[in-house]
Antibody, heavy 118, light 112 residues
Framework: EVQLVQSGAEVKKPGESLKISCKASGYWFISYWIGWVRQMPGKGLEWMGIIYPRDSDTRYSPSFQGRVSISVDESSNTAYLQWSSLRASDTAIYYC???????????WGQGTLVTVPS | DIVMTQSPLSLPVTPGEPASISCRSSQSLLHTDGNNYLDWYLQKPGKSPQLLIYLGSNRASGVPDRFSGSGSGTDFTLKIRRVEAEDVGLYYCMQVLQMAYTFGQGTKLEIK
């Protein structure tokens, strides 16, 4: 069974760093892209970026380039999304999803709520 | 970036009636391989998004056949043949032709 299990909710202060995770199981990890999507409170979905675990090819939306970093640890089948300095505007739910352009984002994590009080 | 525009943004529907959502892209999503790189997703209240349609018209595994996707180039449509109560939520199109991918604004389907 394919599963993407994300790390738990976080409450951080502005300026702090954070790394959230997305652990994959039930499929060959290196053969599918893993994408990250943001959903701010009461808002729509925003595509942030994506990584291909086989070669760590990483692409970012211009809106998120330089603000976040996406990485993978092939040994643990885990993808990561990290910030070096959080802002209140980073408060959102973050989803990871397994993806190929030919089959879509067919499995999603449960989401990680990140709260950065202003 | 490719800009995705959905309409309507709100869609009240009586159960058993059909529903239709339009999605337009600022650039053609038709690849030289003949596929349209356009997906549809449904986000039910309080849940993660789920894939409905990929490559413009292919139903994802487990998706009821009352859902269908059509269109090519820059104009796409998601149709629900007969809306059921469980279909409420936010519907999004997303272009997957060019990384950075982009979503439409979302269409909220509600039951009348």
């Amino acid at each position: 069974e394919v599963q993407l299990v994300q790390s738990g909710a976080e409450v951080k202060k502005p300026g702090e760093s954070l790394k959230i995770s997305c652990k994959a199981s039930g499929y060959w990890f290196i053969s599918y892209w893993i994408g990250w999507v943001r959903q701010m409170p009461g808002k729509g979905l925003e595509w942030m970026g994506i990584i291909y675990p086989r070669d760590s090819d990483t692409r970012y939306s211009p809106s998120f380039q330089g603000r976040v970093s996406i990485s993978v640890d092939e040994s643990s089948n885990t993808a990561y999304l990290q910030w070096s300095s959080l802002r209140a505007s980073d408060t959102a739910i973050y989803y990871c999803a397994r993806h190929t352009p030919q089959t879509g984002s067919d499995y999603w994590g449960q989401g990680t709520l990140v709260t950065v009080p202003s | 970036d490719i800009v995705m525009t959905q309409s309507p943004l709100s869609l009240p529907v009586t159960p058993g009636e059909p529903a239709s959502i339009s999605c337009r892209s600022s650039q053609s999503l038709l690849h030289t391989d003949g596929n349209n790189y356009l997906d549809w997703y449904l986000q039910k209240p309080g849940k993660s998004p789920q894939l409905l349609i990929y490559l413009g018209s292919n139903r994802a595994s487990g998706v009821p056949d009352r859902f269908s996707g059509s269109g090519s180039g820059t104009d796409f449509t998601l149709k629900i043949r007969r809306v059921e109560a469980e279909d409420v939520g936010l519907y999004y199109c997303m272009q997957v032709l060019q990384m950075a991918y982009t979503f439409g604004q979302g269409t909220k389907l509600e039951i009348k």
